[in-house]
């Protein structure tokens, strides 16, 4: 089955700095790759995501990156802000069997200090 | 319009007792998918419907799990004899299909607590 990687599990940024989240999936039949912020006690949301047919997708200040070769991708989110504190998940989707279960990375825990 | 919605927010139980969580999926979804959350942990898959019919349970960790979706719209996953391990965030998660059928709109979870 699929295996999703995800580093680091803590990430603590001054406010205006940019943080990089990285993943890395096994199945290269994964071709579909979301990304998740759950703040505390919350659900989990959809803030970007990328399919394989595509290397880099942005909206604002995020950006998602995906290098097929390497079955890596990453979140990248610039100018960042307080409010961006929270849990980020990404998670990868195969295109086959039609269920399109993902398989989630651990999770990072993202600190913004103002 | 309503998100996933899932009742009750917080569950306390006793090891051995049974528990019934409820999802009611966005209106007009038509897969709905269970997941478990481990503190510091990812989603984990436990099941998924596709309509009625469960497509695929294979991440129900053992009988004592069960899941029904008998209208295609609200879905109850049940927990017989339960353990302190069973201790979790229990996520709903449904999905539009067609070409939408890999993004899914999450509830805020039912929290799971067995003493």
């Known amino acids: 089955g699929e295996n999703v990687e995800q580093h680091p599990s803590t990430l603590s940024v001054q406010e205006g700095d940019s943080a990089v989240i990285k993943c890395t999936y096994s199945?290269?039949?994964?071709?579909?790759f979301p990304w998740y912020k759950q703040e505390l006690g919350k659900r989990p949301q959809l803030i970007i995501d990328?399919?394989?047919?595509?290397g880099e997708k942005k909206d604002q200040r995020i950006a998602v990156t995906l290098n097929k070769t390497a079955k890596h991708f990453s979140l990248h989110i610039t100018e960042t802000q307080p409010e961006d504190s929270a849990v980020y998940f990404c998670?990868?989707?195969?295109?086959?069997?039609?269920?399109?279960?993902?398989?989630f990375g651990r999770g990072t825990s993202l600190i913004v200090h103002p | 319009g309503a998100g996933v919605s899932q009742t009750p927010s917080n569950k306390v139980t006793e090891k051995g007792k049974y528990v019934e969580l409820r999802c009611d999926p966005i209106?007009?979804?038509?897969?709905l998918y269970w997941y478990r959350q481990s503190l510091g942990q990812g989603p984990e898959f436990l099941i998924y419907?596709?309509?009625?019919?469960?497509?695929?349970d294979s991440g129900l960790p053992n009988d004592r799990f069960f899941a029904v979706r008998p209208e295609g719209s609200v879905s109850t996953l049940k927990i017989q004899r339960t353990e302190r391990g069973d201790s979790a965030v229990y996520l709903c998660?449904?999905?539009?299909?067609?070409?939408?059928?890999?993004?899914?709109?999450f509830g805020a979870g039912t929290r799971l607590s067995v003493l």
């Open positions: 998660a449904s999905s539009p299909g067609g070409v939408l059928k890999n993004i899914q709109y």
């Open positions: 209106s007009g979804h038509t897969a």
């Open positions: 199945d290269s039949a994964s071709n579909y």
């Open positions: 990328i399919r394989s047919n595509v």
């Open positions: 419907f596709q309509g009625t019919g469960a497509a695929d």
């Open positions: 998670a990868a989707i195969p295109a086959s069997g039609g269920s399109y279960i993902p398989t």
